[in-house]
């Protein structure tokens, strides 16, 4: 089967392409650069790099946290009942100084930034997934993988039809 370009203005795609474009950019930097101002007023490299790494966290919890009921926010209505709050956003900064300061070797920052957003980008895919498949798949494939094969974008090897057993015959999940 041939791949099937992916619909680059979707929600995943989006994300995907904005957290590859900046882990590009954080990637290579070291100590002294992570100290240099950015374009956002008040925040040195490494101060943002902890701010954005919060958000993963929290795209993680909450695109993964269990709901008893429908979402009530979406990606606009999120953002509605916002109000600049001058005294908080000093707050926010300070928090985000102090905490990224904390960290006496950039790098440790900088790769957790890195695993962060890598796991913020693919879990939405494998939770998908294993939701459809019913359960983990239980074979050890990487995000990537799991993605063109339970979307028959890759075909499955006799070993993965072995591992799979009867849920073989489930892949793709869709297509």
Known sequence: MTDVPADPTSPSEVLRAASTAFADVVR???DEESWR???CTGWAVRDLILHCGADCRRALVALHTPAAGPADRDAVTYWQDWRPDPV?????????????SMF?????LRELYLETAAATVT????????????????VAWSDQHYAR????RASLTDADRRALGADAERIPLFS
């Open 88 to 100: 908080g956003a000093a707050n926010g900064r300070r928090w985000s100084r102090v905490s990224a």
């Open 123 to 138: 879990a939405v895919v494998r939770a998908t997934l294993d939701g459809l498949l019913g359960r983990p798949v239980p």
């Open 37 to 39: 101002p950015t374009g």
């Open 28 to 30: 290579p930097l070291e």
């Open 104 to 108: 006496l070797d950039f790098r440790q």
């Open 149 to 152: 094969a339970a979307t028959g």
